[in-house]
Each structure stands twice: as C-alpha cells, then as structure tokens.
C-alpha cells in the first residue's frame, strides 16, 4: 500500500463518530516494518481529531523477532495471532509452527498480550480442545476466535462434517473451562462469549460489517464492507478517493429458519458471518453445530 493510499485510508476515520479500531493485514504485515510505523502515524492524526481508536496487527507470527517486539511495544499495537492448531495440524495447514511458536514466546516474554484465530476445517476441528492447552503455556494469550472454513479462494482444505463440529466444540469448551482454573487471567472463548451474550440479550446484528460500520481497504485502495468481502466485485465499493454504493448488498447474518426448531438458542441466536454465509452458498449448518455445541456447555442453558 503506498502512503498515499494510507494516508487517504485513514482520512475516511473522520467521517464517523465514537471509537474506531484499525487492523493491519496482509499477507504478512510484519514484512513491511516501514508501513507498520507509518500507519501508526496516521493512526495518531486521526485519534487527534478527538475520536478514541486502537491499532492491531494481524500476524502469522513466524516472522516475529526482537526488533518487531520492540515496535509492538513501541506502537502500543494490539496483537492478533493465526494459528489453527497444534503442529501437526498447523504445519501442513500453514507451516512455519515452530518459528510461530517461537514468536508466541517472545510476545509472552515481553508482556504483550495476544489473541489468536483459529479456521475450523476438517482436520482442525478434530484438535479444537488441544488449543486450549497449547495456549496455556503463554501466559499473554488473552482470547481464541474460531474462524469456519469459507468456501472462496483456491485452497484445498475442506469444512468439517457438522456432527463432528458440535462435538468438538462442546470439548473444547470443557477443556477451555479446565486450563482457565490454572490461569491467572482466564483465556476468553470469543464464539463462547457470543453465545452467552445471544442468550441474555437475543440476537444482535453479527458484525460491524452487518451495521455498515467497517470498510477493507485494500493495497490498491479498494473498498469493501469487510476483509473477508475484499476483492468480490459485487461488493466493490469504489476507492478510498471515490467511494460507491456496492452492486449487490450484504446480507445481514441471520440463521432462522426451519432448522432452528428446537435448537436451545432458537430466537436468540448469534447469527453468522454475512460473507461466511455467502460464500459458503448460505448453508448454515456448520456456525448452528459450532453454537449447538459450545451452548451445551453453559449449566442452565434451556
């Protein structure tokens, strides 16, 4: 992204109110020291303007040494980590797991805490209780998203049957319950919390993106609702120096439908990502076993 695509990126925060939050993406963005420092730059001016705001990069961690630590902790960066799960199952879905797992330990090392992202696929799903336990060994790791599998891109993975799903989730959720006992901060389920949250409240609009409060820019300047969204054409939003209604709208999220009857978060139901449900030709069976599961877990859940 050259600066002036930056610069213009950062320009469209002056447009809203309350708080706002930036996330660094790639590829890797930990390759491009430089744009990460002038980011944060922008960044600044845009907090000056008298809106609150938060900066994170989205990392694979592999490329992570002392001198990206150090400009993490320079920055003040909030930190997000891809990690899918142990290494036999991270390696040949990403590679690289030892030089993550070595950057994990740096980032504990020097008090920086990190959330990590998980996609769910068919060979992942069957290791989702291990994560927990992988993560206890950083005392940092503050929180585990679990993204499924979408059905777009070039990759040969596949999406893991929806029995097999729920089941591993209400495990994970178990030994999630068991590591927290050990941990002095406990490490946050973030689908977990979406569930409680359904159940208090009812449903919500899913994301910001639902809300039409996000934007992806991307390194020519493209806009789209959401990183997931980037590069779909019926999304297209125009650039950061002419913005343009999209093609076709996005849908916002909703599972109901016949196959929510007796489900116990029926009416109360966190929904799913729009893009996910979109690309994935709306099935949404895959985030109802994902969420079947984890409410099992929750004593008094009717």
């Known amino acids: ?26 590829g890797e963005p930990t390759l491009a020291p430089g744009l990460i420092r002038l980011s944060a ?9 008298g809106r609150p705001g938060s ?9 992570l040494d002392r001198a990206a630590v150090s400009l993490i902790k320079e920055l003040g960066l909030e930190v997000g980590v891809s990690l899918d799960g142990p290494p036999e199952v991270n390696e040949p879905q990403r590679g690289g797991t030892r030089k993550l797992l070595r ?7 020097n008090g920086i805490p990190f959330n990590v992202t998980a996609v769910v696929t068919e060979e992942s799903a069957r290791t989702l209780p ?8 950083f005392p940092t790791a503050k929180a585990l998203g679990l993204d499924l599998l979408v059905g777009k891109g070039r990759g040969g993975a596949s999406p893991p049957a929806p029995h097999e799903l729920e089941k591993a989730a209400l495990a994970l959720a178990q030994r999630l319950s068991d590591v927290n006992r050990l941990r002095r901060a ?3 389920l973030r689908e977990l919390e979406l569930v409680r949250d359904a159940a208090r409240r009812g449903a ?11 934007l992806a820019v ?22 950061v120096f002419s913005r343009e209604p999209p093609q076709e709208e996005l849908e916002a999220g909703d599972l109901a439908g016949p196959h929510c009857r007796g489900c116990p978060l029926e009416g109360r139901c966190p929904g799913d990502c729009p893009t996910r449900l979109r690309y994935n030709q709306g099935n949404p069976r895959l985030a109802c076993s994902l969420y079947r599961g984890l409410a099992a877990s929750i004593p008094g859940l009717p």
Request: hydrophobic share 40%.
């Open 55 to 63: 900066l994170a990069l989205q990392t694979n961690a592999t490329n």
């Open 41 to 49: 730059g922008f960044f600044e001016k845009a907090k000056a303007k």
């Open 204 to 214: 919500r609009p899913f994301c910001e993106a639902c809300r039409r409060r996000s």
């Open 103 to 109: 950057g994990l330990a740096l980032l504990s090392d």
């Open 218 to 239: 991307t390194p020519d300047g493209s806009l789209f609702p959401c990183g997931q969204a980037a590069r779909d054409p019926g999304l297209a939003m125009g650039t």
């Open 130 to 137: 291990e994560l927990p336990l992988l993560l206890s060994g």
């Open 1 to 26: 992204m050259s600066p002036e695509v930056m610069e213009r990126a950062f320009s469209l925060l002056n447009g809203g109110p309350g708080p706002f939050r930036v996330q660094l993406g790639g």
């Open 186 to 188: 406990p490490l946050i």
